[in-house]
T-cell receptor, first 113, second 111 residues
């Protein structure tokens, strides 16, 4: 069964550093998303991406965040200058197959020290 | 007011029990509804979409009441493997749009 994959599974970085989180969506999907979940809290939407542009973003997705689809398979989330409060699990999701439901990757745990 | 509200539980039930979870959503423009399950420190996994007519998938039954803005999930004959957090999720537009998640209801099924 096709699935969304994410790398790395865990990233530790120092405050102020840039990080890039990588995702490979399901191959025939056209819609891509990033969500995050701070420990003990609900899953929160960050951004959606379709046809090589952002289709929607939340108030969390400020100028420190950017997304890119650099080639035909990868979808990345960049945080330019990480803060302590960026520590969370970041989930990539994709949609657009037969039923248009969103399927999530296993997540990248980001720890900012 | 929160977009999606759920009773956080925890619900602790014996194997074989029937358990029901409820959820309310605040935005009457919401169009798509789902239940996801999330195991500890793992990704949300789609359990089922929820349709206006109600729908059933094996031991799981979901109901939607648009007038009351209320969604439910019933699990019959609980298994140990059902232990997880159940997330109520809504989308305002199509399923391709932003998803709004509740905080989840924790279920533990004991032998």
């Amino acid at each position: 069964e096709p699935e969304v994959t994410q790398t790395p599974s865990h990233q530790v970085t120092q405050m102020g550093q840039e990080v890039i989180l990588r995702c490979v969506p399901i191959s025939n999907h056209l819609y891509f998303y990033w969500y995050r979940q701070i420990l003990g809290q609900k899953v929160e939407f960050l951004v959606s991406f379709y046809n090589n542009e952002i289709s929607e973003k939340s108030e969390i997705f400020d100028d420190q965040f950017s997304v890119e689809r650099p080639d035909g398979s990868n979808f990345t989330l960049k945080i330019r200058s990480t803060k302590l409060e960026d520590s969370a699990m970041y989930f990539c999701a994709s949609s657009g197959g037969d039923n248009y439901e969103q399927y999530f990757g296993p997540g990248t745990r980001l720890t900012v020290t | 007011r929160k977009e999606v509200e759920q009773d956080p539980g925890p619900f602790n039930v014996p194997e074989g029990a029937t358990v029901a979870f409820n959820c309310t959503y605040s935005n009457s423009a919401s169009q798509s509804f789902f239940w996801y399950r999330q195991d500890c420190r793992k990704e949300p996994k789609l359990l089922m979409s929820v349709y206006s007519s109600g729908n059933e998938d094996g031991r799981f039954t979901a109901q939607l009441n648009r007038a009351s803005q209320y969604i439910s999930l019933l699990i019959r004959d609980s298994k140990l493997s059902d232990s997880a957090t159940y997330l109520c999720v809504v989308a305002r537009g199509s399923t391709l749009g932003r998803l709004y998640f509740g905080r989840g209801t924790q279920l533990t099924v004991w032998p």
